[in-house]
């Protein structure tokens, strides 16, 4: 079946560095639109980045991570990264994969992780 395996989360200092993996499998990995969602305590899922498929490495960034998140995908792998740099405190919370959307949107997407904790502070 479908799963999507994020790691890579933890605790890291304002500032600091942070690098997301999500290891995909049970789809054709290669045709889908990937895409890194951030649920913030209490608040609902939205989106930091989308990839497309088929190596077209069309990208799109969520305003609030433009010029310190960047998302990439190793196709023979099956896996998607999101390096996040110069973290805040507002990047706290759960980070998911999903794949089988095109926007940010989460509602368009049809597979998702489990979820990876991310905590930014001192």
């Known amino acids: 079946q479908v799963q999507l395996a994020e790691s890579g989360g933890g605790l890291v200092q304002p500032g600091g560095s942070l690098t997301l993996s999500c290891v995909a499998s049970g789809f054709n990995f290669y045709y889908y639109n990937v895409a890194w969602f951030h649920q913030a305590p209490g608040k609902e899922r939205e989106g930091v980045s989308c990839?497309?498929?088929?190596?077209?490495?069309?990208?799109t960034y969520a305003d609030s991570v433009q010029g310190r998140f960047t998302i990439s995908r190793d196709y023979a792998k099956k896996t998607v990264y999101l390096q996040m740099n110069n973290l805040k405190p507002q990047d706290t919370g759960i980070y998911y994969c999903?794949?089988?959307?095109?926007?940010?949107?989460?509602?368009?997407?049809?597979?998702w992780g489990q979820g990876t904790q991310v905590t930014v502070a001192s």
């Open positions: 999903a794949a089988g959307g095109w926007t940010l949107r989460p509602g368009e997407w049809t597979h």
């Open positions: 990839m497309s498929g088929e190596e077209r490495s069309l990208i």
